[in-house]
Nanobody
Framework: QVQLVESGGGLVQPGGSLRLSCAAS????????MGWYRQAPGKQRELVAT???????NYADSVKGRFTISRDNAKNTVDLQMNSLKPEDTAVYYC???????????????WGQGTQVTVSS
């Protein structure tokens, strides 16, 4: 069994910062891309940022220059540092990882349970 567990969400004022963390655990053979997505009320889930196992990053235009994604391959973790937060960043943030559980399994997307980020004064 594989789990992705997020932490670090909460309430922050506009202009503030938060750091989200996600740890993958369980039967893991290899992790390919990891990333963060978010879903605001009444909206579809959208990509925030992704990072390859080699450290290549990709960001949504709306967060470029404000958010930074990083990962620790030895610990199977991915973090999202969020600075200069805006009310429109309010959403449930989900951790995602593309993984293989063993040498014969296919790569599959796994999701965390989500963590709420609220930006409000």
């Amino acid at each position: 069994q594989v789990q992705l567990v997020e932490s670090g969400g909460g309430l922050v004022q506009p202009g503030g910062s938060l750091r989200l963390s996600c740890a993958a655990s369980g039967s893991i053979f290899v992790i390919y891309d990891m990333g963060w997505y978010r879903q605001a009320p009444g909206k579809q889930r959208e990509l925030v940022a992704t990072i390859t196992s080699g450290g290549i990053t990709n960001y949504a235009d709306s967060v470029k220059g404000r958010f930074t994604i990083s990962r620790d391959n030895a610990k199977n973790t991915v973090d999202l540092q969020m600075n200069s937060l805006k009310p429109e960043d309010t959403a449930v943030y989900y951790c995602n990882a593309e993984m293989r559980r063993n040498i014969i399994s296919r790569a599959t997307d796994y999701w965390g349970q989500g963590t709420q980020v609220t930006v409000s004064s």
